[in-house]
């Protein structure tokens, strides 16, 4: 570099002596034709002498100043590669592929190795991707950990040739230690709330002496604090049976270590109450902001209420974190509560010019037991009805083939394309016994209705219908056809139900709940007296249940080759090429739990490339949050799931790592 500086400067002197010479003989030849006489020439001379005097002091003057030039790049040369090595930043030089030419000190302090030349810098950052950073002075987003330290890079590219090709790269590593200790410590201590409920402060009052509910009531209210106080949780009652609490992600951390184990020393007290104490807790887990927080956790809230309670759920952006849930549903006689939706249900009628009933993908005795038991609501406040369904599944032909030959009920089914057709403004959809989208029978419809109305009593899910004009989701009810007698009863004083729709009503109670076993409370029976006084028969309903004698063979093929996991749970599967494979295994899953010991079922099949899941549980076990964390949801005792693109064999080990997942606790979806 430094001969060519040479070069140059010589060059340059060159042309200003040449261009000297020119002008010097110009100008003789110019004043020789105007001067002739001894004193021009003599003037000529003494200028020839100045001139050449001039030239050999400017050959000094120029020798001078290069030779200061040069010293002065020598020094900056010097303390720039002084620079390099010695600067706190840590610094290499390493080629397009990786390998590395150079480092400076501070860069052999972090890796304390003294022999890095020749090696590929990939293989103390692995995670390093060079074609990312080809763009210069780039700052990476990306942080990279050497020796505890976090770090971030920042690449200069050196230019080789006139096409511009990269030749090697300078990589810095700015250290963002302390601006990560800060970050942290900043989201440590951002504050989120929380919201916290006693679920059935009611029910367990009317379930002790009266004198002993004060007694129970300061000792929850003690417990309560006392737990969150250990855990420098914030926390205040703001109504009767409702908290609201503060922390920071310290906080939470320590109540997430514990399993939110509250929920079991809540279940734990006893002064008498024949009702265990059971509690709700939604967490806004959102760092932006204090409201932000308040809304996540309202949300968490009323979602861990809508499953039942017992559990405490956080939410994280669109990610749920769910504990606990492991008890049944408390049945309550909020009579209040039915009367109030059946009158606003009145009101939403009468409002509407058409009435459209939809349910979930594979219509069961339920779903379409409570879509003719709205049918026949529209029908009282003299507004027509129809139930969207193109076509019957083996679940309920027998129902729907009955209602086919009736002439009442001519026009009843509509298929989803006239349908779409005919929904409008002022159009009224009502969706029975599911609250997912993703579960309707034609999601698009609901897209097209303004107005719609659920009804449905599973565990609240995540991607519930949201904007619903009105929503009744009760889980402790046994069946959604229970939750339309119901309102059918308080919607006007003198209900008459035809024999199809009283047997249809009754029909979906005793599927849901396997015949008055499972999850029958007072209410249940309580509608089924009032179907029966309209005209229900229990031995035409019998006949709906029906099953050929080959479909018996299935089933007791799938029970015979089950498989026991985990010494108390049974998995089997059914040949998804058989008809009505999902309904069969239902069955199926139905039957394992009759055999001692078994304290949950599933059963697979497969189904139009997709592997169904029918899971069945008693005791304490919860099949739903198994499912949960395979896409599916249900009930505490009854749930589902669907797996697509996957075989029977990978659905299975899906589900026996969901069920390791589940038991131990705090499964996140």
């Known amino acids: 570099m430094k001969s060519k500086r040479k070069k140059n400067f010589s060059y340059a002197m060159v042309i200003f002596r040449f261009t000297q010479a020119l002008v010097t ?51 900056i040369t010097v303390i720039k590669d002084s620079m390099f090595s010695n600067v706190e930043i840590p610094v290499v030089i390493i080629e397009e592929i990786g ?117 129970l009531l300061a000792i929850i209210d003690r417990k309560i604090n006392l737990w969150f106080k250990e855990r420098e949780v914030v926390i205040a009652r703001i109504e009767r049976d409702k908290y609201i609490m503060v922390f920071n992600k310290r906080e939470l951390e320590r109540m997430k270590e514990t399993k939110f184990d509250i929920l079991d020393e809540m279940r734990n007290i006893q002064v008498g109450n024949e009702l265990p104490v059971t509690v709700s807790l939604g967490i806004g887990f959102n760092l932006k902001s204090l409201l932000s927080s308040k809304e996540d956790a309202r949300i968490a809230f009323d979602l861990a209420q809508g499953r039942g309670g017992d559990q405490a759920i956080i939410k994280n952006n669109d990610k749920y974190t769910f504990y606990g849930g492991k008890t049944k549903e408390v049945e309550k006689s909020a009579r ?130 949201e904007d619903a004009v009105l929503t009744y989701l009760e889980p402790f009810i046994s069946s959604t056809c229970e939750m339309i007698a119901e309102i059918l009863n308080y919607l006007t004083d003198k209900v008459k139900l035809t024999p199809i729709e009283a047997d249809a009503l009754l029909a979906g109670i005793t599927i849901d709940t396997k015949n008055f076993v499972f999850k029958a409370g007072v209410r249940t029976f309580e509608a089924a007296a009032f179907l029966r006084r309209n005209g229900a028969d229990s031995s035409r309903v019998r006949l709906l249940f029906q ?91 009854i749930a589902g799931a669907q797996l697509k693109d996957t075989t029977i064999h990978e659905a299975k080990i899906y589900l026996k790592d969901a069920i390791n997942k589940y038991f131990e606790e705090g499964e996140t979806k």
């Not at 302090?109 to 950073?133: A, M, Q, S």
């Not at 594979?362 to 027509?384: F, P």
């Not at 099949?605 to 896409?631: F, H, K, P, W, Y």
């Open 336 to 465: 209040v509560k039915v009367r109030l939706k059946a009158y606003a249900f009145k009101e939403l009628l009468h409002e509407a010019d058409k009435i459209y009933i939809m349910g979930h993908k594979g219509i069961d005795m339920d779903c379409l037991g409570a879509a003719i038991g709205v049918y026949r609501a529209a029908s009282i406040m003299g507004k027509k009805a129809h139930i969207i369904l193109d076509g019957p599944t083996f679940a309920v032909k027998g129902l729907y083939d009955r209602i086919v030959q009736s002439k009442e009920y001519e026009d009843l089914f509509i298929s989803h394309e006239e349908a779409e057709k005919e929904i409008k403004r002022d159009t009224l959809l009502v969706i029975v016994d599911t609250h997912r989208r993703s579960y309707l029978e034609y999601p698009e419809l609901l897209d097209k209705a303004e107005k719609v109305v659920v009804f449905d009593h599973h565990r609240k899910s995540t991607d519930y219908i």
């Open 547 to 637: 099953n050929d004698m080959q479909t018996y063979k299935i089933r007791a093929m799938a029970i015979q080759n089950a498989e026991i996991w985990n010494d108390n749970m049974a998995i089997s599967e059914v040949n998804g090429q058989v008809a009505n494979a999902s309904i069969i295994a239902a069955q199926v899953a139905d039957e394992l739990l009759n055999i001692k010991g078994i304290v949950a079922s599933f059963v697979l099949t497969m189904v139009d490339n997709c592997v169904l899941i029918s899971a069945r549980a008693l005791a304490d076990t919860n099949v739903q949050r198994i499912m949960e964390l395979l896409g599916g949801g249900g009930h505490l005792g």
């Open 99 to 215: 390998t590395i030419k150079w480092v400076n000190i501070a860069f052999k302090k972090i890796c304390k190795d003294k022999e890095l030349l020749g090696k590929n810098i990939k293989t103390i950052l692995p995670d390093l991707k060079l074609g990312e950073w080809v763009t210069n002075k780039q700052i990476s987003d990306k942080h990279f950990h050497l020796e505890g330290n976090t770090y971030r890079i920042l690449v200069e590219n050196f230019h080789r040739g006139e096409n511009d090709q990269i030749n090697k790269q300078i990589v810095y590593f700015l250290d963002y230690t302390e601006n990560e200790k800060l970050k942290n410590q900043i989201q440590e201590e951002r504050c989120m709330m929380g919201y916290l409920c006693i679920d059935n402060i009611d029910e367990i009052s009317h379930s002790i002496e009266e004198v002993r509910r004060p007694m």
């Open 25 to 75: 003989i110009g100008l003789i030849t110019q004043l020789s034709r105007v001067f002739s006489t001894p004193q021009a020439i003599l003037s000529l001379l003494i200028y020839a002498i100045l001139l050449i005097v001039s030239i050999f002091s400017e050959r000094e003057v120029c020798r001078y100043v290069k030779l200061q030039v040069e010293k002065e790049v020598d020094e």
